[in-house]
């Protein structure tokens, strides 16, 4: 959701709120507010006034709980409470360490014949870690559901061992905390972070691949976890032997657990995940137009979520029953909006400087050492594959004529003609780009 935090989710729904309140009203009655905790889909508030609670709840209670709902997309009701003082270091209640992320369970995630199998082996695993499917690895395309078995999986284990240190974050994570730790002298830590816990849950394990140090620190911690008898979960969007450079070491280790496809939702699921969705959200919607957006929206589960939300927006503000023309400029909305974002030359630089552990910064300056070289050809050639830059444009970004960047192309790709493993590298850079 991008809210990873109790604070992050307080501050969104101040911004989503100050398109409805004043500035004045904002000030006087809101700002004041401080985010306490959130159980059981209740978020309390603190306030020093027992006045400015009476007010809040009078007039803005209802406007704080609709920015909630538009910005978490979860039907979470508001509880205002009066705190100790104005300074909130004395609140009546700890702050929480809540996340947004300890919403997905088992219970609301919605099962078919698209992702029976996938469910069974998660909650497997959770109810028994280490002790089946080890590793279990799950893969599938973009929106289909993987991260939600993840998040449950660390819900659902945190839960029913709480002695058991869960560790939960994305390829891309690893290796930033990787590059971080070397560049800080700090890599000790790195292997005390993830080397002691007991379960690892790794999302968007293809992102790793090509990257030579990252994957030789996720094999060593592989083994040392999976020696200690400790379970370990990864997703990817294809399975352990189209990932191309993947190391053939950490691929075998994948491919001797369990390996568990979940492929886009059926349309029988993808009812079920409409009428859940308009049940949390409180949106009134018939069968005919739950039918008829089932029908639309076919591969990606957030889209449908995403329709659900706008509903429900729609029905607050304009107090007005669904429409089938309404709905059908929804889905246009949400299709246009889940279109990927352009790709940039500054993202695509560092990917290739991650991959080959060059800086960024290298990469754009006038060095001449033979990796950074090739680290910059290479970002030359993967721009002209995946933008709409000219040669000149594409020179300019790096400080090249555009005869340099047309060379540099051109001998990118003969090399790449006779060279499968460099071949495989940038096809797999590529690949992690467009995901």
Avoid at 63 to 76: A, K, T
Avoid at 114 to 128: E, G, I, K, T
Avoid at 182 to 209: C, E, K, P, W, Y
Avoid at 295 to 315: D, F, H, P, S, W
Wanted: net charge negative; proline share 3%; hydrophobic share 35%.
């Amino acid at each position: 959701m991008g809210l990873d935090s109790l604070a992050e989710l307080w501050n969104a729904i101040c911004e989503d709120c100050k398109k409805t309140i004043t500035e004045v009203g904002f000030n006087v009655w809101i700002k004041d507010l401080k985010p306490i905790t959130i159980q059981s889909n209740v978020l309390v508030l603190g306030i020093y006034s027992d006045y400015k609670k009476q007010i809040v709840e009078m007039n803005y209670k209802e406007i704080l709980e609709e920015s909630c709902r538009n910005v978490s997309g979860l039907n979470i009701s508001i509880n205002i409470i009066v705190t100790q003082s104005d300074g909130a270091d004395t609140p009546i209640l700890e702050p929480s360490t809540f996340n947004l992320a300890s919403l997905y369970t088992f219970d609301n995630f919605i099962v078919g014949s698209s992702n029976r199998f996938a469910h069974a082996a998660c909650l497997a695993v959770s109810d028994n870690p280490s002790i089946v499917y080890n590793p279990l690895f799950i893969y599938g395309n973009s929106g289909v559901g993987k991260t939600h078995l993840m998040l449950a999986m660390k819900n659902h284990i945190e839960k029913k061992f709480p002695d058991k240190k869960v560790e939960f974050l994305r390829g891309e994570e690893f290796t930033n905390s990787l590059i971080e730790s070397i560049h800080s002298g700090t890599i000790n830590l790195f292997h005390q972070r993830f080397r002691t816990i007991d379960v690892l849950l790794m999302d968007d394990i293809h992102f790793i691949a090509g990257k030579e140090s990252t994957q030789e620190e996720f094999f060593n911690t592989f083994n040392a976890l999976y020696q200690e008898n400790k379970q370990i979960v990864v997703t990817s969007d294809r399975p352990p032997k189209e990932i191309k450079t993947l190391d053939e070491r950490i691929r075998s280790r994948f491919e001797s657990g369990l390996l568990a496809d979940v492929a886009p939702p059926d349309f029988e699921t993808r009812v079920g995940i409409i009428y859940s969705k308009a049940k949390q959200l409180d949106v009134p919607i018939n069968e005919d137009l739950t039918y008829y957006i089932a029908e639309q929206i076919k591969m990606n589960t957030r889209q449908l979520e995403g329709v659900v939300k706008k509903l429900q927006a729609y029905v607050n503000i304009h107090q007005k029953e669904l429409s089938l023309s309404v709905i059908q400029g929804f889905i246009r909305d949400i299709i246009n909006d889940s279109l990927p974002e352009p790709i940039t030359v500054d993202k695509i630089v560092e990917e290739v400087s991650r991959t080959y552990s060059v800086s960024k910064d290298d990469i754009f300056s006038k060095r001449k050492t033979a990796d950074i070289v090739y680290a910059r050809q290479v970002s030359m050639y993967i721009v002209h594959e995946i933008t709409q830059l000219s040669y000149t444009a594409i020179g300019k970004s790096f400080e090249k004529d555009h005869t340099t960047v047309l060379y540099t192309i051109n001998k990118i790709q003969k090399l790449l003609d006779n060279d499968s493993s460099q071949k495989k590298i940038i096809d797999d850079i590529i690949k992690n780009l467009q995901g």
